[in-house]
Nanobody, 124 residues
């Protein structure tokens, strides 16, 4: 079973950049489709970005496309989410997740390993 631990969240201002990380242990991230989700206060968990298990194709939610970039360091077993031009509506608890599916999944039910989350707060 893969274990995931997020870090790197914080308080930033509108327009700033931030990179959050997800350190994996127990299994290699190269063997999973990896994703980022977020949950804002009072809202449902929503898909942000994913990297396909084979080939490394990425997929993004429309709300972050062009501003966020997901990447995976297979050597160090870390998943990253680079967030640029942050907006107040990006404020949320950000989670990384792992799925054994070979295709990209945007539904959280398809992921069976989750981290505890890291808080990102964007002030206006």
């Amino acid at each position: 079973q893969i274990q995931l631990v997020e870090s790197g969240g914080g308080l930033v201002q509108t327009g700033d950049s931030l990179r959050v990380s997800c350190a994996a242990s127990g299994r290699a991230v190269s063997g999973y489709t990896m994703a980022w989700f977020r949950r804002a206060l009072g809202k449902e968990r929503e898909f942000v970005a994913a990297i396909q298990r084979i080939g490394g194709d990425t997929h993004y939610a429309d709300s972050v496309k062009g501003r966020f970039s997901a990447s995976k360091d297979n050597t160090n077993n870390i998943l990253y989410l680079q967030m640029d031009n942050l907006k107040p509506e990006d404020t949320a608890l950000y989670y990384c997740a792992a799925s054994e599916d070979y295709s990209i999944q945007i539904m959280p039910e398809k992921y069976n390993a989750w981290g505890q989350g890291t808080q990102v707060t964007v002030s206006s």
